[in-house]
């Protein structure tokens, strides 16, 4: 079993500023079956990013992914306002499929 | 246009069984793995399990014996069927596809188990 881990569990920043979430995963996997996702309070998580680096419909630019291994990184390259959510890593490669364990992105 | 739609939710009391659906459009279920994630309230999210399309079927170890997975094709739904249920059972249930390595979810169908 794949175990995720995301640092940091809260980010506190300003709209405007730059975002860098981490995924770290506990064995090295292929970038083909990562995937990011936004959840607002009571809603359903939105997929933003998989396959690493692959955005998803309808996604704006500002976001991103990179990594490989064992490292993933989700990026906001200028915070917006609606942007303030929980973000989860997700590995979806494997016979048990994972989910890091959330990072709280808020307003500072 | 690929989706996926949940039902079968509800109250149920602990010890009770319950069975989710996922109908899918757009795709065929037979086609594309597919997995069942829950999210229990305040929590993150929990993967529960997946069926593969030549039939495997896995599961989260807080589950396995009491959850079955399994899919219909002439109706292209997947299914959750969860017997002993227990109050930490309580979750909105969703319900993914991975087209492709693109995954698609579902809205979810709320379950809660008390007395």
């Known amino acids: 079993e794949i175990v995720l881990t995301q640092s940091p569990g809260t980010l506190s920043l300003s709209p405007g500023e730059r975002a860098t979430l981490s995924c770290r995963a506990s064995?090295?996997?292929?970038?083909?079956?990562l995937a990011w996702y936004q959840q607002k309070p009571g809603q359903a998580p939105r997929l933003l990013i998989y396959?690493?680096?692959s955005r998803a419909t309808g996604i704006p630019d500002r976001f991103s992914g990179s990594g490989s291994g064992t490292d993933f990184t989700l990026t906001i390259s200028r915070l917006e306002p609606e942007d303030f959510a929980v973000y989860y890593c997700?590995?979806?490669?494997?016979?048990?499929?994972?989910f890091g364990q959330g990072t709280r992105l808020e307003i500072k | 246009e690929l989706q996926v739609v949940e039902s079968g939710g509800g109250l149920i009391q602990p010890g009770g069984s319950l069975r989710l659906s996922c109908a899918a459009s757009?795709?065929?279920?037979?086609?594309?793995?597919m997995s069942w994630v829950r999210q229990a309230p305040g929590k993150g999210l929990e993967w529960v399990s997946v069926?593969?399309?030549?039939?495997?079927?896995y599961y989260a170890d807080s589950v396995r014996g009491r959850f079955t997975i399994s899919r219909d094709n002439s109706k292209n739904t997947l299914y959750l069927q969860m017997n002993s249920l227990r109050a930490d059972d309580t979750a909105v249930y969703y319900c993914?596809?991975?087209?492709?390595?693109?995954?698609?979810w579902g809205q979810g169908t709320r379950v809660t188990v008390s007395s």
């Open positions: 757009g795709f065929t279920v037979s086609s594309h793995y």
């Open positions: 993914a596809l991975y087209y492709y390595r693109n995954p698609y």
């Open positions: 396959t690493t680096s």
């Open positions: 069926i593969y399309s030549g039939g495997s079927t």
């Open positions: 997700q590995h979806y490669g494997s016979s048990q499929i994972s």
């Open positions: 064995q090295s996997f292929s970038t083909t079956y």
